[in-house]
């Protein structure tokens, strides 16, 4: 009978379910139902909603074809099915969830999904928790065994090859490149074949395998070894076989291993018993480092792994072995992806599109695959945590059969009922249920036990939990310095977790331990999704952390450091304090915490610089007469190759953002206010780097910066910050000006630059017809010419202005018809005059996205950093004048780990690690304008490799 179906929305099952995206990485292709078991629905009465993915093993097409349809909103349904977590800030407020949670072992990095599900009073139902008497219902478990042996079998040929043997193994693929079970299978029979006929080489023989556990998984992987030449012997057997002199090379021997072969009773007189054994494993100790592991090649570890029992293998007992030589493995397939766990040589995760990494036996430590040939004994290991993702179709169609019935009831169930008189869904399901009605279900209250006992452990270990805002291209040289104290746990949070991992595997890979980890439960490094307008999102990141570090822009900060205070938590940024900031001092105060600003490049080290050689002048009787402080990151000369002369080693929005701010500026004892509309108007060549070709622009709010300098003497002429640029970039930033592209006008969604920049002509000149080429040089000349007579005027207004033109000799574009060619001209070879989409809402976004494309370094392109100081100093008891002049510069390495990164990423976190250590106290806004901030500061940079050059010498 087909039900009618309720026009409602929300808890009260209405027969509409949905099916979402996978959108946790590219390789997950699974589906919780396949096109056939949604017909199956559809032809019950349930309407079946589904999310377009171009990624999905089945297509949009399929489901359709099936009965559902293909929509991006899934709010009209009541119950959505998902096979991995769903962000946090996606969760539809009063729906029931189906998905793999990772919450029930309360894993910190899951808590945020946790309470956003509690928030908005989802029920949530997790599939693994979902049991009968035989154990789960539904489970990708048997593939994982499928996949891993494949893969390990390649590993296998990889790692004999790097020995000097190639095998038949070699031609084993990697799972993801099969298209289906039946064809892996077919590659291993072949393989299987191969062996019985032609055999091994003599020196790698006996090849023997063996398989940890006896549970769905480990009976997976017996299934898959049983297309090759197998002899299954006792674990206990595996001495005598490796001792004979004639092993046999025309078949593999298979040993599995259970609970007796792993550890025995401390008690020579007990007999063994798994149930003593598992209710007090203090009792027994390991035997697999004896029994087994000096005769295995490869192992396939597959089973089930608390701290509290003991480990098959230590590194400890590994590195005896090896020393040894007892410890012949060759491969191993952890397919539990058990970090740290049973098997401790497993360090960290993998992912299907990178699946392996060596192992090291000499240094006990990990090494990229490409290393490989570096290594004596190279052991690959293979640890990707979602291994049946390798077989999508088959695995989703096994996982999906079991669910479909139990779909039908809770299409329908009315979760709006108290949470015990919800007899409408069976209780297979209803034992599956963590959350309801904003509260944890009674079966799962413990998880807020769990969550207080591991802050109390993280208290008494003295862990720090430091919670890395944002995963741009500072933080990597920032997790990198904070991970090297033991005792610290970082989570790098970010709006897109690929960027997040890819940065974790890249700068601490032997620390990350993937993502839905929790603070150092494995790996010291994890990363989390964060949408950080989502204030309950950020509220459950930072009340669990113990000091945050706020990589953000600058239009968040604020947001970030009330939330710190809320939570009574220190925080660290890069940032200028807004007044906003400053406002809140006198909160942070009251909630007895540290906000720590301007521990930068800029702001930062040009301030720290300044103030500690400022301070060593006046300890001398020094008085200042001028300051000049010129900072920039700039490519190096060789990759400097494009009309601007400039790449962005930081966020493109933030350089282009940078541009609309104002400057002000002390000059021979007149203040000057200039505009941002004009700064590069009067930007001036700068010949003390004359094969550079630089150009330095007023930059900051001087006067500010002057007071925290105590630049308060009449003797004090000139104070001026400015920033470097190679000449070009002023004639491209001044053509933007004149175009607006620097404005926050709103793009109409599918203009071209083409387009946006003939439509923004065409408003300059007040008509409507189509722009040409001419058309747009003649609004550059006459505007060049406006800007010109606009400057004199100013300058007739500003004795300071007046002065800094008459001395700088700011490069003043005489020749207008030449410059308005060169401005066209690099914006042809930009690509903005072009048929390329704008992307972004606004001009100024459109601008930062294009050019960040265009205008990335790329693999061993190379930026460096430039920080030159000068201060013209009289010393009044002796008479003596001086010129002290600070120079710092650092080279970058190639595109990813660059000199910015580093001279930002560096001294932010020292300065979160001397919060950490009790060496910065001052609570309130914290600015490292005192020596007891910005000297220890300076001292641990140099030791990190930012040194500072420093001369004095007398002039008259």
Not at 808 to 832: C, G, H, I, Q, Y
Request: aromatic letters at 8%.
């Amino acid at each position: 009978m087909i039900r009618t179906r309720l026009l409602i929305t929300g808890l009260k099952g209405n027969g509409v379910i949905g099916i979402r995206r996978e959108d946790k990485n590219n390789w997950e292709r699974r589906v919780p139902l396949t096109p056939m078991q949604v017909k199956e629905l559809v032809q019950s009465g349930i309407k079946v909603l589904v999310q377009s993915s171009t990624i999905r093993c089945f297509t949009d097409e399929d489901y359709k074809d099936s009965g559902a349809e293909i929509v991006e909103d899934l709010s009209p349904a009541s119950t959505i099915l998902a096979v991995k977590e769903v962000p946090s800030h996606l969760l539809i407020p009063e729906r029931t969830y189906l998905f793999f949670s990772h919450t029930i072992k309360a894993q910190p990095s899951n808590m945020p999904l946790l309470d956003t599900a509690l928030q908005r009073k989802v029920r949530l139902i997790d599939f693994e928790r979902i049991t009968n008497k035989h154990g789960r219902i539904v489970k990708f478990g048997p593939f994982a065994g499928y996949a891993g042996v494949v893969d390990t079998l390649h590993a296998l040929g990889v790692s004999l090859l790097a020995r000097g043997y190639a095998t038949p193994f070699l031609h084993v693929s990697c799972s993801k490149e099969y298209r289906s079970l039946d064809s892996a299978r077919a590659d291993l029979l072949t393989l299987g074949e191969l062996i019985r006929k032609k055999g091994l080489p003599k020196e790698i023989c006996p090849l023997t395998f063996v398989v940890t556990g006896t549970g769905s998984v480990s009976t997976a992987a017996q299934q898959m070894l049983h297309n090759l030449p197998c002899l299954y012997v006792d674990p206990t057997q595996l001495k005598s076989i490796w001792e004979r002199d004639n092993p046999d090379r025309h078949n593999i021997y298979v040993a599995v291993t259970s609970t007796p072969h792993m550890v025995k009773p401390k008690d020579p007189n007990t007999i063994f018993s798994s149930k003593e054994y598992y209710s007090h494993p203090e009792r027994y100790v390991p035997i697999f480092h004896e029994l087994v592991a000096p005769y295995a090649r490869v192992v396939i570890n597959g089973i089930y792994w608390e701290p509290k029992y003991p480990r098959l293998l230590s590194l400890v007992q590994a590195k005896e072995l090896y020393r040894e030589n007892k410890l012949p493995w060759l491969a191993l397939g952890d397919i539990t992806c058990d970090p740290d766990g049973s098997i401790e040589l497993f360090r960290h995760s993998t992912t299907i599109g990178d699946p392996f990494y060596c192992f090291d036996m000499e240094k006990m430590e990990t090494v990229d695959m490409k290393h490989i040939d570096t290594l004596k004994d190279p052991l690959i290991v293979l640890g990707v945590d979602h291994l049946p993702a390798e077989f999508p179709c088959e695995s989703s169609q096994w996982f999906g059969e079991p669910l479909v019935p139990l779909v039908k009831k809770i299409a329908w169930s009315n979760g709006e009922l108290p949470f015990p008189e919800q007899t409408d869904i069976p209780e297979e399901i209803k034992k599956a249920v963590i959350t309801c009605h904003g509260d944890l279900t009674p079966d799962y209250k413990y998880i807020n036990e769990l969550r207080a006992k591991r802050e109390a452990i993280n208290i008494e270990k003295g862990i720090n939990r430091i919670l890395v805002l944002g995963a741009g291209m500072v933080a990597g040289p920032t997790v990198d310095y904070l991970l090297r104290d033991p005792t610290n746990r970082v989570m790098l949070a970010d709006r897109s977790i690929r960027k997040a991992e890819s940065l974790l595997e890249e700068f601490c890979p032997n620390e990350f331990s993937g993502q839905g980890r929790s603070y150092g439960s494995h790996g010291r490094a994890q990363a989390v999704l964060l949408d950080a307008s989502e204030q309950g999102e950020l509220d459950t990141l930072v009340q669990h952390a113990d000091i945050v570090v706020c990589l953000l822009p600058q239009s968040l900060i604020e947001k970030v450091v009330r939330t710190c205070i809320k939570f009574k938590k220190n925080i660290v940024t890069a940032n200028y304090p807004s007044t906003e900031l400053f406002e809140l001092s006198q909160e942070a105060k009251t909630a007895k915490i540290t906000i720590v600003t301007e521990v930068g490049l800029v702001p930062g080290l040009d301030v720290m610089i300044a103030k500690d050689i400022l301070h060593r002048i006046s300890q001398n009787g020094g008085v200042i007469e001028s300051l000049e402080s010129y900072s920039g990151a700039l490519p190096s000369v060789e990759y400097s190759d494009n009309p601007i002369g400039y790449k962005f080693s930081w966020s493109p929005i933030g350089v282009l953002e940078s541009c609309r701010k104002d400057a002000s500026w002390l000059y021979g004892g007149h203040e000057t206010h200039l505009s941002s509309e004009y700064l590069f108007d009067v930007a001036a060549s700068y010949s003390k780097y004359s094969g550079l070709n630089l150009l330095s622009i007023p930059e900051g709010n001087v006067m500010d910066y002057a007071k925290q300098w105590e630049l308060n003497s009449s003797e004090t002429k000139t104070v001026m910050r400015s920033t470097f640029r190679y000449n070009g970039f002023n004639r491209f930033m001044i053509a933007c000006r004149i175009l607006g592209l620097l404005e926050s006008t709103p793009v109409v969604p599918g203009t071209t630059w083409k387009e946006l920049i003939q439509k923004a002509v065409s408003h300059s000149l007040g008509v409507s017809r189509t722009m040409d080429e001419t058309d747009i040089m003649a609004l550059l000349s006459v505007s060049l010419h406006r800007r010109q007579r606009e400057i004199k005027k100013l300058a007739s207004e500003s004795a300071g202005l007046s002065l800094y033109l008459t001395q700088k000799s700011p490069f003043n574009p005489t020749a207008v018809d030449l410059e308005s060619e060169l401005m066209l001209k690099s914006f042809k070879e930009l690509r903005l005059m072009s048929d390329d989409p704008v992307e972004g809402s606004t001009y100024i976004e459109g601008l930062a996205h294009h050019l960040g494309g265009q205008l990335k370094y790329r693999g061993q392109e190379r930026d460096f950093v430039l920080l030159h100081q000068l201060y013209k100093c009289r010393y009044p008891s002796s008479g003596r004048r001086t010129v002290f002049t600070s120079t710092m510069t650092h080279r970058g390495k190639n595109s990813t780990r660059t000199a910015t990164s580093f001279c930002v990423g560096t001294p932010i976190a020292i300065a979160t690690q001397l919060v950490l250590e009790g060496e910065i106290k001052k609570t309130g806004l914290c600015r490292p304008i005192t020596p007891n901030i910005y000297q220890p500061i300076l001292q641990r940079c140099v030791k990190e490799g930012i040194y500072i050059n420093e001369d004095e010498r007398e002039f008259h």
